[in-house]
């Protein structure tokens, strides 16, 4: 994508048009605009956060910090996504709307796109990095242009492990080489701005989960067989 999408998401005038249903937070579609240029946008206000026990206020953070980690590795996986302070609900997270068709998700492309299946192990391999507990099988979506996303990471980077997906079909397969080298920096150092959005025992439990992959060079393995999230589209 081109630097069109975060100017608007940084700068651009922000219209609250609707709620987006079925959302366990308050999701909004939004228009956001900078003279005559115009586009969707999804926001995610603190303010309409539910409480959780395991995770403290603040989702949005999270949102931010998955979209920095992916393009930290130059994986392209999820919508350019900023925080918005001065939006109409409060701050919160701000994210590109992927134009595509809704009846497709993971379960639809693993089974009928077999052309999207790099992409969606890729997938895999980033929830596991960013311990995401929530990737339902519509947070994985095809744009009209053929091109994956990965999107909803607001319960993503505990310190404890909760890796709850519904991509599995390719657990204990080889991790390409490419993206080894890709993930290898993190052992070492998180990129600061990802970093600065979490704090220090979420950091480095992202660095343990990153050496094994290394150590191991597979991808992970559900042998509870429950690490499923709920619902699971």
């Known amino acids: 994508m081109s630097g069109r999408e975060l100017s608007l998401l940084t700068e651009g005038r922000i219209e609250l048009l609707g709620l987006i249903p079925r959302s366990s937070n308050e999701t909004f579609l939004v228009q ?34 998955a979209y920095l980690l992916s393009e930290s590795l130059a994986w392209g996986l999820v919508p350019p996504t900023v925080i918005r302070e001065e939006a109409p609900l409060g701050i919160g997270s701000l994210q590109w709307f992927i134009e595509c068709d809704f009846q497709e998700h993971y379960f639809t492309l693993y089974e009928g796109a077999p052309e999207t299946h790099r992409e969606l192990a890729r997938i895999a391999l980033f929830d596991y990095i960013a311990n995401n507990t929530d990737r339902k099988s519509g ?44 993930i290898a920096p993190l052992a070492e150092a998180v990129p600061p701005d990802v970093a600065g959005l979490l ?3 979420e950091v480095a ?13 597979v991808l992970p393995i559900d042998r509870t067989g429950m690490r499923y999230p709920w619902p699971l589209v």
């Open 32 to 65: 956001v605009s900078r003279g005559d240029d115009a586009a969707y946008a999804v926001y995610k206000p603190e303010a309409g956060e539910r409480p959780l026990s395991d995770f403290e206020p603040g989702l949005y953070r999270r949102e931010r910090a």
């Open 199 to 201: 704090d220090h025992a």
């Open 205 to 217: 439990a992202l660095q343990r989960r990153v050496r094994r992959l290394l150590r191991e060079g």
């Open 139 to 182: 947070h994985v979506l095809r744009g009209l242009d053929g091109r994956v996303w990965g999107i909803d990471h607001g319960l993503c980077f505990s310190a404890d492990f909760k890796l709850r997906t519904v991509i599995w079909d390719f657990a204990g397969d080889p991790v390409p080489g490419n993206l080894l080298e890709d």
